[in-house]
T-cell receptor, first 112, second 113 residues
């Protein structure tokens, strides 16, 4: 019940495409869902996050869609660029615990 | 402003050897964490600390020990390394405020032969 399932494991898109990464969770007590971006040789860094009281959040070319009833959330990258090539992790946390459960990661490659 | 600094960046150990991974943060964060990252497994929490002098177990604590003697430092120890501990280790820190983001270091790549 503590797992966060992430798919796909890897993704290749052409420049300008819209890669979509999906995550699903079981624990309805989770109330915060961040996405982290990791470049090779670096630590993950917060990209965008959402709370379950909204269905969508946009920051620049990155959008999170959230479906509370299905217990799923996804990351969309609009007009993807080669510089977006990285590993993306979804995560979930339960308020007050300050501990995050991470998905298994998606390696994205955007071709020029 | 360095953020979270991890040392060393790379290390190779023989089975049974011991070592300590060092993590330092200059953001005055209360919370600190140690994660390991393995292919197909994502990031798994080893131990964490909610303040100086405190530590707690995460998802995969076996074979590791930690100490938080100073607020800015969080040490991860391997007393008797095993090949299963070959991994990339990340330290992170955060504020104690609700949903405060994690700030990660750049990792330590450890190989145990």
């Amino acid at each position: 019940q503590q797992q966060v399932k992430q798919s796909p494991q890897s993704l290749i898109v052409q420049k300008g495409g819209i890669p979509i990464i999906n995550c699903a969770y079981e624990n309805t007590a989770f109330d915060y869902f961040p996405w982290y971006q990791q470049f090779p040789g670096k630590g993950p860094a917060l990209l965008i996050a959402i709370r379950p009281d909204v269905s969508e959040k946009k920051e620049g070319r990155f959008t999170i869609s959230f479906n509370k009833s299905a217990k799923q959330f996804s990351l969309h990258i609009m007009d993807s660029q080669p510089g977006d090539s990285a590993t993306y992790f979804c995560a979930a946390s339960r308020g007050g615990t300050y501990k995050y459960i991470f998905g298994t990661g998606t390696r994205l490659k955007v071709l020029a | 402003n360095a953020g979270v600094t991890q040392t060393p960046k790379f290390r190779v150990l023989k089975t049974g050897q011991s070592m300590t991974l060092l993590c330092a943060q200059d953001m005055n964060h209360e919370y600190m964490y140690w994660y390991r990252q393995d292919p197909g497994m994502g990031l798994r929490l080893i131990h964490y600390s909610v303040g100086e002098g405190t530590t707690a177990k995460g998802e995969v604590p076996d074979g590791y020990n930690v100490s938080r003697l100073k607020k800015q430092n969080f040490l991860l120890g391997l007393e008797s390394a095993a090949p299963s501990q070959t991994s990339v280790y990340f330290c992170a820190s955060s504020d104690p405020t609700y949903n405060s983001p994690l700030h990660f270091g750049n990792g330590t790549r450890l190989t145990v032969t």
